[in-house]
Structure formats: C-alpha cells, structure tokens
C-alpha cells in the first residue's frame, strides 16, 4: 500500500468516524431538548425551584405569595388582593407632575428578522426593538391610569424616531452620545439640559408649577405620587436608597420640586454627579455607572450618617446645598428579589414597581392583567406571585 493510499484510507475512515460523532451529538442534542420540554409540559404552572434559576420564562410562572400572615404586606388569595387600601390624595390645585425618561432605539433590524427573535405577549407578537418600545408604552400607559393629569416627557436621541405617541407625551430630542456603554452617562447630561430648559421657561412664566419626576421607562406608577410633594413640602430633590452597603440608591427615581430654587439647585446636584461619574466610574459596567456617582456623591458628604439607609422610612438631608428627600424603594421603587435572596412581601403601600434586569415581560404581562381585570390590587397580586421569576426579556 502506497502512502498516499494509506493517507487517503485513514482518512475515510476518519470521516465516517466524524460522520458518527456528528450523528451521536445531533441525537443527543434532540433527546436533551426533548426531556426538557416534556418536563416543562407536566409542570406547567410550578414556580421555578432554586436548581432551575437559570432558566428564563416565556410565559407568566405563578409562585406563592411571600409576606403572607406579615403586617403591613399585601395578602393574596391567588390573584385576589385580600387589601385594597390606596388612599387617592390629590395633589395641590394649580400644581402638576411630570414624568421624563430618556429613551433611545437601537437599530436591530438584521437581528431582528430571524423568527426566534420575537416574543409573544397576551396577543401581540414583538421583535427586540418593538419589545422595547412595548415597555415604553406600557410605562405611559400606568401614568395615563393612576395620574391622569400628568405628562410623560420623552427625552431622546434626535436620529430616534418616536412620533407615534399621543398628545399625553411630549418627545424631546437632546443631542448627545446614545450608546449603550455611554447611555447612563449620556442620561445625566439630559436630565441637566432639559432641568435648563425648565429655568428658561420659568423665568418667562413664573405662574405655574410643574414638578417632575425622571424615572427609567421599566417602572409602573401604581398609586398617586402627586401627594409627594405636598407631604414633603420642604425638599429641592428626591432620591430612592434601599438598605444596600455598595449600591444605597437606585438611580431609577429622582423627583425634582418645580419651583426656580429646587430646579436650579437639582441641577447643580446633577452636575456634581456627572464630574464623579466622570472622573471616578467610567469604568465601571454600563448600567451601574451613574449609581455608584450618586452613591459617591452622598456618602462623600461630611457627616452623612449612613446607617439611616438601614431603616425604610423617608428622610431630608443637606447635601451641598440641596435639600434631599431620601425615600425608601420599598415604597417608591419596590423591585421584587430575583433568585435566592430574602423575600418579605410587598408593603401594602408600594407606589412604583421596577421591573428590573429579567421582569419586562412581567411589565407587560401585568399591563395585560389590568387591562382585564381593571384592579390594581390584583395586579399587584399577579406581580408578588410571580416575583422570584426570570422572564425572557
Ligand atoms: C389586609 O388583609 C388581611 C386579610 O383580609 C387583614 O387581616 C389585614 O388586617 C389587612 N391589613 C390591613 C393593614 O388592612
Ligand atoms: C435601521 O437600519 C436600516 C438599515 O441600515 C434602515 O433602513 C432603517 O431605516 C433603520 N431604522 C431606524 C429606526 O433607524
Ligand atoms: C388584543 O388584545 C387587546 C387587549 O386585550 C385588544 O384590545 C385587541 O383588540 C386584541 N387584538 C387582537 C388582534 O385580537
């Protein structure tokens, strides 16, 4: 035998030993999926044991309820809110709220055209890009439910377009650097141009009084937030802490009084922000950036006692020269907790809930509840049992 016969027989053989392996590997690959959908099948509305935490759900996963039997926590039978106990106060006459979020589109066109990439919720179907516009939609439309006479201000990327929303939202094009690993940073600056925009227009028409409230677009406004300003008449601006040594405050939550002092004096604050964020955390991942900056911004300041970030309940602080509510996010950014850690319910008084990192779809998977069932208490019901689950978007 020739040696390249003996090469060219090694090599067949080879082959049909590749073929094998391929074949073995493609029918271990379909029995896997097989198991796994079989099991998902006879298991169909279990809540998702700690082994499986890494799977992320497609469709809503009913849990118990944590927080049953506790004061002061919504007790639920199923989806039945057993308190229904909001108390609606207005807010001051002459006096109103509006939301501003910065939103941009990222162009994922390509990405988007492969049928794998879309998601169905109640019966609408979404690509990437509309699942994100479908989360912004649905912020607005909790607003236009429980604070029908407050705005949403859309602050945004000239190139975005994002005209398709009614006369309850005013989109504000800022020019700036909208991608993703500058977004948090890019967010900042616009909070400090738009809170300009507001001293040049106040200085024009000193009469009325607009307060704002920037928020993330993941949120749901559950209750009346107006009362705010009237139960704290004395803040410039408000930030959300939660008892959590590395990240106190959630950047999700900033309201700002609309009077020409707090507007000036939040901006300040802002921009005392952005030089730490800037000079300090620009590297730090994408998202968390901004957070860090605020939490350097406040710890930095002499004699703030940080143990009162231990309690859950609102405090005023000086802080540079602007009055800062700190409101606890068990009440004004409730997120429920992902995973293994503590769950103690939802206090019955929960006025925001953040839909965080894997819960969009339970977004939108509560605005489809609502729609139904019209109670707010169910709803909120439908999201404590569903709390520990990660959903696929
Ligand atoms: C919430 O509802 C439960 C069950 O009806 C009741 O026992 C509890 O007192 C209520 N809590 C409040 C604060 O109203
Ligand atoms: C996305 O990109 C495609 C192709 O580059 C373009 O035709 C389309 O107009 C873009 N869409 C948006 C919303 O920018
Ligand atoms: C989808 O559901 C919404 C709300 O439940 C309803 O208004 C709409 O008509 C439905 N659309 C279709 C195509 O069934």
Redesign the pocket.
């Given at each position: 035998m020739g040696r390249k016969d003996w090469l060219a027989m090694r090599s067949s053989s080879w082959n049909g030993w590749r073929r094998c392996l391929v074949f073995f590997l493609l029918v271990l690959f379909i029995l896997l999926n097989l198991f796994y959908v079989l099991e998902l099948h006879q298991n169909p509305a279990a809540q998702p044991p700690p082994k499986k935490m890494n799977t992320k759900f497609d469709h809503l996963v009913l849990g118990p309820a944590a927080g049953q039997g506790l004061?002061?926590r919504l007790?639920c039978q199923g989806t039945k809110a057993?308190?229904k106990?909001h108390t609606r106060s207005s807010s001051n006459a002459g006096e109103s709220v509006s939301f501003v979020t910065v939103f941009t589109v990222y162009n994922t066109s390509l990405a988007d055209s492969r049928l794998s990439n879309f998601v169905t919720v109640g019966n609408a179907s979404y690509t990437k890009m509309e699942r994100s516009m479908a989360v912004l939609n649905v912020f607005v439309d909790f607003i236009k439910v429980t604070m029908p006479r407050s705005n949403v201000v859309i602050l945004t990327d000239p190139a975005s377009d994002l005209s398709l929303f009614g006369n309850s939202v005013t989109v504000y094009p800022i020019q700036g650097d909208y991608s993703r690993d500058k977004l948090m940073l890019q967010r900042i600056r616009s909070y400090i141009t738009f809170l300009e925009t507001r001293l040049e227009e106040l200085a024009q028409n000193p009469g009325h009084i607009n307060h704002y409230i920037f928020t993330d677009s993941d949120i749901a406004v559950v209750d009346d937030l107006g009362h705010l300003f009237n139960d704290h008449p004395n803040f410039h601006l408000a930030l959300t802490f939660r008892n959590n040594k590395e990240q106190p405050l959630n950047s999700g939550f900033i309201a700002v009084r609309g009077t020409t002092d707090a507007i000036l004096r939040a901006k300040i604050f802002l921009q005392e922000v952005l030089k730490v964020y800037s000079s300090k955390f620009m590297s730090a991942s994408r998202m968390l950036g901004d957070q860090l900056a605020l939490a350097w911004a406040i710890k930095s300041h002499p004699g703030f006692d940080l143990r009162r970030f231990t309690k859950a309940q609102a405090f005023l602080e000086n802080i540079g020269g602007a009055s800062v509510l700190f409101l606890p996010c068990a009440t004004y950014n409730w997120t429920p907790p992902e995973g293994a850690g503590q769950f103690h319910g939802m206090p019955?008084d929960v006025k925001v809930v953040h839909f965080k990192g894997s819960r969009k779809r339970l977004m939108l998977e509560s605005w489809n509840f609502l729609s139904s069932s019209s109670d707010i208490f169910d709803m909120l019901c439908l999201v404590l049992l569903s709390g520990r689950t990660k959903y696929d978007f």
């Open positions: 004061p002061n007790q057993l308190n106990t019955l």
